[in-house]
């Protein structure tokens, strides 16, 4: 669990009202991860070290 970006409370936060099944954190954890790491990517090929929203 200490591996986890995204945290299941958050997610009922925004979701209010529905039901959180218990795959969804892991697989929306594992979405975010690929999201961050391509997003770090083009900064890369962008020459810079900072990843900026625009490279989402």
Do not use: C, W
Not at 2 to 30: C, E, H, M, T
Request: charged share 35%; glycine share 6%; net charge positive.
């Amino acid at each position: 669990m200490a591996d986890n970006i995204v945290v299941k409370a958050k997610i009922k936060d925004v979701a209010a009202g529905y039901n959180i099944a218990g795959d969804f954190a892991a697989a929306l954890d594992k979405r975010v991860k690929e999201l961050v790491k391509a997003a770090a990517k083009r900064a890369e090929g962008n020459n810079r070290k900072t990843v900026m929203a625009k490279d989402l």
